[in-house]
């Protein structure tokens, strides 16, 4: 893709191999550590992966079922109101310009729809648009894929904490228990005709949870690396999914593990483009320890904050309830935010 954005502009990437990761390569372990604790996002190259499932036709299912539900009526996407029909966010519409955006005065400029995982394989009911029962086969099969590559990731990256098998990251998102991951749908309108003023639609954040696997076919995407003070794009390439490491990430891992602040901009002196994404986005499950793991000294019995408790005081904070150590439960890092 040829864009009128300077390479200055552009954050340079590791890629990891997932047949790699499969295989055992220690050659993509090492450069999965590497972008883990120096840029906590990287591309995921999927084109040899020799997986059951093939990617990308699971990617191509997905767009074409966002399409379809974000042109269903507002009124018939608003009975699924996300801050309605469930707790935590984790089942529902977002219409746009609901949160804040990230030019100060703005408001955001996404719809997005949260599909639960719990849901999806069968943990529990949840209301649904009638649409989405079409398309059951589909989201299970994709969400089986997130969680099979995740157990790669998090076994590579539980090796370098030096950390056993009873506290594994994998131990903490076992496939076949119950958690608060979700599909995220996002849809961005695109700016008026004619309008080229720069555009700000997601406010920079970092990810709440564990593992972020993004799927986004046109540019928008942008990073803020820890000691960079400006925004670099990230573009997409066909055939790869881009992971970013969340908040319980480098939390576990005592800060050696980055969580990237992300937003997503229109290209320099233009206006936004209409952009579909969507994102598996891991969460740890609910009973699983925040607190940092050292093989030394790992948490045992129950007195520590949970993973729930956690998630909970994070959605406090955004609301703007108090809290002694607000800084470290959001970021998992004393000094930031
Ligand atoms: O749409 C994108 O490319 C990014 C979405 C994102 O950061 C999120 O949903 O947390
Ligand atoms: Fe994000």
Redesign the pocket.
């Known amino acids: 893709m040829k864009l009128d954005v300077p390479p200055s502009l552009f954050a340079p990437l590791k890629t990891i191999r997932l047949q790699g990761l499969r295989d055992g390569s220690l050659e993509e372990k090492r450069k999965l550590v590497a972008a883990a604790q120096e840029d906590g996002i990287f591309y995921l190259d999927f084109n040899d992966d020799l997986g059951e499932l093939k990617v990308s036709d699971l990617i191509e299912g997905i767009y074409n079922f966002s399409k379809s539900l974000f042109a269903l009526d507002l009124e018939e996407k608003m009975k699924y109101d996300v801050d309605k029909v469930g707790e935590l966010k984790l089942n529902g519409y977002k219409p746009i310009r609901r949160n804040i955006g990230g030019i100060k005065g703005q408001r955001d400029g996404?719809e997005?729809y949260a599909i639960p995982r719990n849901g999806i394989l069968a943990f529990n009911e949840f209301p649904h648009p009638p649409l989405l029962d079409t398309q059951m086969p589909l989201l299970q099969n994709f969400t089986l894929t997130c969680i099979d590559i995740a157990q790669h990731i998090f076994m590579a990256l539980s090796a370098e904490l030096d950390l056993p098998e009873s506290h594994s990251l994998a131990t903490f998102h076992r496939a076949d228990a119950p958690a608060p991951d979700i599909i995220?749908l996002?849809k961005?309108a695109p700016s008026g005709e004619g309008d080229s003023e720069f555009r700000v639609p997601?406010t920079p954040?970092t990810?709440l949870g564990s593992l972020?696997m993004?799927f986004?076919d046109s540019p928008?995407?942008q990073i803020r690396p820890d000691g960079c003070d400006e925004w670099l794009y990230i573009m997409p390439k066909e055939n790869h999914a881009?992971i970013?490491l969340g908040d319980a990430m480098s939390l576990w891992s005592g800060g050696l593990f980055r969580s990237v602040l992300?937003?997503?901009a229109s290209l320099p002196g233009k206006g936004m483009n209409e952009?579909y994404?969507?994102?598996f986005?891991m969460r740890p499950e609910n009973q699983a320890p925040m607190v940092p793991l050292n093989s030394d000294c790992l948490p045992e019995g129950e007195d520590f904050l949970t993973s729930e408790n956690w998630i909970k005081a994070k959605f406090g904070i955004l609301r703007g309830d108090t809290s002694k150590n607000k800084s470290r439960i959001l970021t998992g890092r004393d000094s930031a935010v």
């Open positions: 996404f997005s995220r996002l961005y997601q954040h990810d972020t993004l986004a928008g995407l881009l970013n992300h937003r997503v952009r994404s969507f994102a986005l």
